[in-house]
């Protein structure tokens, strides 16, 4: 039986949670091969801080309830709860829900768009421990609602903050979050239905999965492709290379441009296109 280890922060850490975790860095430097040991003492440095209170975890997930946004089609369908037994009657209290795969804060696997491509269940665990960098493009989006995220963008941050990590996922802040508790805000529908959020441009997500080799995309809006995509061509991008996708991400705001490492914990549903996850970031304080 676990006990308890509390440090000077939110959370409450089982004991060898730190050698679990230390582990799956070490195994996701040996699995990439192409990671720099500067990167991997880091990433270390991150966990073990956590304990002390040097090191930050930041939740990047929005919690469900029956007014969470869900994409807005054919056969999908709000997230339900309810209790079915109750403490004082049975002893025990204990609830059922049911919702879409993609919603809520959410995992795409590659099989998402792609045939032949990996369900969720199969993608290896030391591919869910990466670092995350994020490019703020919110000023941009503030002026257009169907606002693509371009190869310029890509190439002003690394301007401004070095080559991207390899493996890194890689996520557009466009504030969007800022419409979460508004569902007909979040999806922006015009009067012919039409969504209207912001998304990645097909050409900078071939940049990032092909030129940058990146672990996938993601962004705190419903999809990673904006709303008035027909096709969804970054989605085919990003899984035609095995890349998994982050939708509806919370709390980007928190994060440094680059240094944060990730930890993504999506259900793991047999032969499933993607589920709910639970994000997790570390960042130095």
């Known amino acids: 039986m676990y006990t308890p280890r509390r440090f000077s922060g939110a959370i409450t850490l089982p004991a060898g949670l730190l050698a679990v975790l230390l582990f799956a860095v070490v195994a996701f430097s040996v699995s990439c091969g192409n990671t720099t040991p500067t990167l991997a003492a880091s990433t270390i440095g991150l966990i073990e801080g956590i304990e002390s209170g040097k090191t930050r975890v930041i939740d990047l997930t929005h919690s469900l309830n029956s007014k969470t946004p869900y994409?807005?089609?054919?056969?999908?369908?709000?997230?339900?709860?309810?209790?079915?037994?109750?403490?004082?009657?049975?002893?025990?209290?204990?609830?059922?829900?049911?919702?879409?795969?993609?919603?809520?804060?959410?995992?795409?696997?590659?099989?998402?768009?792609?045939?032949?491509?990996?369900?969720?269940?199969?993608?290896?665990?030391?591919?869910?421990?990466?670092?995350?960098?994020?490019?703020?493009?919110?000023?941009?989006?503030?002026?257009?609602?169907?606002?693509?995220?371009?190869?310029?963008?890509?190439?002003?941050?690394?301007?401004?903050?070095?080559?991207?990590?390899?493996?890194?996922?890689?996520?557009?802040?466009?504030?969007?979050?800022?419409?979460?508790?508004?569902?007909?805000?979040?999806?922006?529908?015009?009067?012919?239905?039409?969504?209207h959020f912001p998304g990645f441009s097909p050409e900078a997500a071939k940049l990032l999965v092909d030129g940058r080799d990146i672990a996938g995309l993601g962004i705190d809006a419903l999809s990673i492709d904006y709303g008035m995509s027909p096709d969804f061509p970054s989605h085919l991008i990003s899984h035609g290379k095995g890349k998994f996708n982050l939708e509806n991400v919370a709390n980007l705001g928190q994060l440094p441009p680059v240094g944060a490492f990730l930890i993504v914990a999506p259900i793991k549903i047999e032969n499933g296109t993607g589920g709910p996850v639970r994000l997790f970031a570390l960042v130095r304080n």
């Open 71 to 195: 994409w807005p089609g054919e056969g999908n369908r709000a997230f339900s709860y309810e209790y079915f037994t109750s403490l004082e009657k049975d002893g025990v209290l204990e609830g059922h829900f049911t919702m879409d795969e993609h919603t809520g804060t959410h995992f795409d696997a590659p099989n998402h768009f792609v045939a032949g491509q990996t369900p969720v269940d199969k993608i290896p665990a030391e591919r869910l421990f990466v670092p995350v960098i994020v490019i703020d493009v919110r000023s941009k989006v503030a002026q257009n609602p169907d606002y693509l995220l371009s190869t310029s963008d890509v190439v002003e941050w690394e301007k401004a903050h070095g080559r991207l990590p390899k493996n890194a996922m890689v996520m557009m802040y466009s504030g969007w979050e800022s419409r979460w508790d508004d569902f007909a805000a979040y999806k922006n529908a015009d009067s012919k239905g039409r969504l």
